[in-house]
């Protein structure tokens, strides 16, 4: 497809389990973010890929919370042992490059830790 | 700390009518401010955006107002319609950065 991609959709664990979520940025897009989205909420900052430089962490919650991404693909979000306070909508966005340039968004993995 | 403040949570208006939505910021240092569109179970659009160097940018039924001296910017949908019913972020960025500050957010419904 030509858009950003996340999977899963929907995810629904229990507290305590770890989680894994994925991310397809557009092809071409060197730029890769994480936000998070509770309800009711603005986006949060997580995290920012670009390209082969040390990604900025600074806006992870925890150490319960990493992401790697390979290259200029892929990314994933890990989120281990989990608690309830991490449910929320979690989105990604990809753009060509970091500084003002559109970024693309996915249609996000909504996380439900029960 | 959320550097950028969004009003009303909601609102309802009717099809034909004017939909306006309100923030405001602290750091004057932003330099740039989008509008994102958010339709259930689909990621943020960017919808239009400004820089405080002009006072107004419309396109088609959107019109963004920015007010430099009161720090604080807004969207107008003229005309609203019903497919505009979702969910706006403002948002703000600064300088040499990628990083958003996104307001809470106002979920606009249109009625018919």
């Known amino acids: 497809g030509a858009g950003v991609s996340q999977s899963p959709s929907n995810k629904v664990t229990e507290k305590g389990k770890d989680v894994e979520l994925r991310c397809d940025p557009i092809?071409?897009?060197?730029?890769l973010y994480w936000y998070r989205q509770r309800l009711g909420q603005g986006l949060e900052f997580l995290i920012y890929?670009?390209?082969?430089?040390?990604?900025?962490k600074s806006g992870l919650p925890s150490d319960r919370f990493s992401a790697e991404r390979t290259g200029e693909s892929v990314s994933t979000l890990t989120i281990q042992r989990t608690q309830q306070e991490d449910s929320a909508v979690y989105l990604c966005?990809?753009?060509?490059?970091?500084?003002?340039?559109?970024?693309?968004f996915g249609q996000g993995t909504r996380l439900t830790v029960v | 700390q959320q550097q950028v403040k969004q009003s009303p949570q909601s609102l309802i208006v009717q099809k034909g009518g004017i939909s306006i939505i309100n923030c405001a910021y602290e750091?004057?240092?932003?330099?740039?401010f989008p509008w994102y569109q958010q339709f259930p179970g689909k990621g943020p659009a960017l919808l239009i955006a400004?820089?405080?160097?002009?006072s107004e940018k419309k396109e088609g039924r959107f019109t963004i107002s920015f007010n430099k001296s009161a720090k604080q910017f807004s969207l107008h949908i003229m005309d609203s319609q019903p497919g505009d019913s979702a969910t706006y972020f403002c948002?703000?960025?600064?300088?040499?950065?990628?990083?958003?500050?996104f307001g809470a957010g106002t979920t606009v419904t249109v009625r018919a």
């Open positions: 966005a990809s753009s060509w490059a970091a500084l003002n340039t559109e970024a693309f």
């Open positions: 092809s071409g897009h060197t730029a």
């Open positions: 890929f670009q390209g082969n430089s040390a990604p900025d």
């Open positions: 750091n004057t240092a932003f330099d740039y």
């Open positions: 400004i820089r405080p160097d002009v």
């Open positions: 948002a703000a960025k600064l300088p040499n950065d990628y990083k958003l500050s």
